[in-house]
DNA sequence: CCAGACGTTGTT
DNA sequence: GTCTGG
DNA sequence: CCAGACGTTGTT
DNA sequence: GTCTGG
């Protein structure tokens, strides 16, 4: 669960939203193009708190900064990128007894704005919406959920860095961010879709989730906060193929068949 | 000790 | 890097 | 998450 | 069926 999402609101907005400086906002993330289908390895904007790396070498004071990131945690001991593919959700239950995320849970998490995610339930053949129909097989319905309120999700993330050992000390590309989203298991509301969704934190929990001075101990009781009430709504399978993107996306179809908890 | 994994999802 | 399994 | 590939050699 | 790429 949780991926495939969307991410195309104003730069700017993002960093009013979620009270970063101007000067704070990374040349990359002014630079990623809006995308109604955000799939995994591709670069996402994330909201991030760290000290920047000073000429002397020390760590200067805590910053909240808009920064971009490849979604899939790449550990730091990986041999290549390609580790971090399948390492796009980190289970909030299990999350502190994995090594790939054990420290970056504990000094690396992150908030990765959204303005909604999909998910896709499989529609057997015969049921009422396709009674008389032909036969075909199983469907892939795609919905779009976001949040009741209409806000940007702040989905709960852990980032890493990872050193491209092919790359010298002055080539930009030496340093790989890349990012996981915390899933839970769904709220009453959402699991006739699916069964997990992503940690969506409120407002009250943004600061302590960023705050790198906040331990791991502090940060799991963020992991319990109650679900976001979500909205959804069926949406058209072009959103199916990561080559297709563009707001049409997010156009309504028509449910045809309500989701069922149990058929 | 060394070798090998390190992750989630969904589906059966 | 760090943990688990053998 | 879904879609799409799933392979090597030698030659250009 | 299972892995890789996006």
């Known amino acids: 669960m949780c991926g495939r999402y969307a991410s195309f609101?104003?730069?700017?907005?993002?960093?009013?939203?979620?009270?970063?400086?101007?000067?704070?906002?990374?040349d990359r993330a002014r630079e990623l193009a809006p995308s109604w289908n955000v799939a995994p390895t591709d670069d996402v904007r994330i909201v991030v708190e760290r000290g920047r790396k000073q000429d002397d070498g020390t760590t200067g004071p805590v910053e909240r900064s808009l920064r971009v990131a490849r979604w899939g945690l790449v550990p730091s001991w990986a041999k290549d990128p390609s580790v971090g593919n399948r390492m796009i959700n980190a289970r909030a239950e299990s999350l502190l007894d994995k090594p790939a995320f054990t420290k970056p849970f504990a000094a690396r998490r992150c908030l990765v704005p959204a303005e909604g995610y999909y998910e896709w339930r499989v529609v057997e053949p015969g049921t009422p919406a396709t009674a008389g129909r032909k036969a075909t097989r199983p469907r892939k319905q795609p919905y779009w959920i976001t949040p009741a309120d209409g806000d940007v999700a702040a989905l709960a993330g852990l980032y890493e860095f990872w050193r491209d050992p092919s790359r010298g000390a002055d080539d930009p590309l030496r340093w790989l961010v890349s990012a996981a989203v915390v899933t839970r298991a769904a709220?009453?509301?959402l699991a006739p879709i699916h069964d997990r969704m992503p940690l969506v934190l409120p407002r009250s929990a943004w600061d302590a989730w960023l705050d790198p001075t906040v331990g791991k101990d502090e940060a799991a009781a963020l992991l319990d906060v109650a679900p976001e009430t979500m909205v959804t709504r069926t949406v058209s399978p072009l959103v199916s193929s990561v080559r297709n993107n563009g707001?049409?996306?997010?156009?309504?179809?028509?449910?045809?068949?309500?989701p069922c908890a149990t058929p």
């Open 9 to 26: 609101r104003e730069t700017q907005d993002l960093a009013d939203a979620f009270a970063i400086d101007a000067a704070l906002v990374d």
């Open 187 to 189: 709220s009453d509301d």
């Open 247 to 258: 707001p049409q996306l997010l156009d309504p179809t028509d449910p045809g068949e309500p």
